[in-house]
């Protein structure tokens, strides 16, 4: 919940200038949905993509204050954010409400960036795994290996967002290791190897080239370092710097 629409669609300028027009990494934009429709503009004739941060699985109807796929559909967006901690722990969302979403995303052929993670309690309790392991299960429950090709997998340890604390990148690896095990016995070997996995726990530029290097780490989900332009378009530089050549 940061940047009206105005400063939404300034900073999108920004980056269009800085890394609109690169090729190299697919780099996503997910604003406030009261800045959509104007970050839309701005990057539609750019590289950049939209994205969403939620929505509500149903199509329409009387759930006042939700969004629809259809409603994003209509304003170009093609990712969407679904069961983030945020949305687990401060609105209670459960795994089988998520699962709704990411199967209305699919059928509505927007990517669904599907969040994992463990808090920092269940971390120390040598959870981690289990709490991952469940989140996959709930959110993937009765999606098909066909519709995964537009899936993406988000780890976010809870403990590293907007804390300062980073996962290592061994830690960050060995969760997305998992999580890349998990899709293969759950899918396939082809699903596993295609779907990108990416971090979201405080990566920003100074920290995103060691993370990136890493084999089972495809990406990052940025939080404040995406809100200044500069900072995004070096996280946008390190990935590219990152890619197997």
């Excluded at 759930?63 to 259809?70: N, Q, R």
């Amino acid at each position: 919940m940061n940047k009206n629409a105005a400063e939404s669609v300034t900073l999108a300028e920004e980056l269009v200038r800085t890394i609109g027009q690169q090729y190299d990494v697919d780099a996503v934009i997910c604003p406030p949905f009261t800045s959509l429709q104007g970050v839309a503009k701005v990057i539609e004739n750019s590289t950049l993509k939209i994205g969403a941060q939620n929505m509500h699985h149903e199509q329409s109807g009387a759930y006042t204050g939700e969004v629809s796929p259809e409603m994003l559909r209509h304003l170009y967006v093609s990712y969407v954010i679904l069961g983030h901690s945020e949305r687990r722990a401060l609105f209670g969302e459960t795994d089988s409400f998520i699962n709704g979403k990411v199967k209305a995303a699919l059928t509505n052929r927007l990517r669904p960036i599907l969040c994992v993670g463990e808090t920092l309690e269940e971390r120390e309790g040598e959870k981690t795994f289990d709490v991952v392991e469940k989140q996959l299960q709930g959110g993937l429950e009765g999606v098909e290996a066909a519709q995964t090709e537009l899936l993406v997998i988000a780890y976010e340890p809870v403990w590293a967002i907007g804390t300062g604390k980073t996962a290592t990148p061994e830690q960050a690896e060995e969760v997305h290791r998992f999580i890349r095990d998990w899709l293969k016995k759950r899918f396939s070997e082809s699903v596993a190897t295609r779907t990108r996995i990416v971090y979201g726990g405080s990566m920003k530029p100074s920290n995103a080239g060691e993370l990136l290097s890493k084999p089972n780490i495809d990406g990052g989900l940025i939080g404040g370092a995406s809100l200044e332009g500069r900072s995004f378009a070096d996280l946008v530089k390190s990935a590219a710097k990152s890619r197997p050549s």
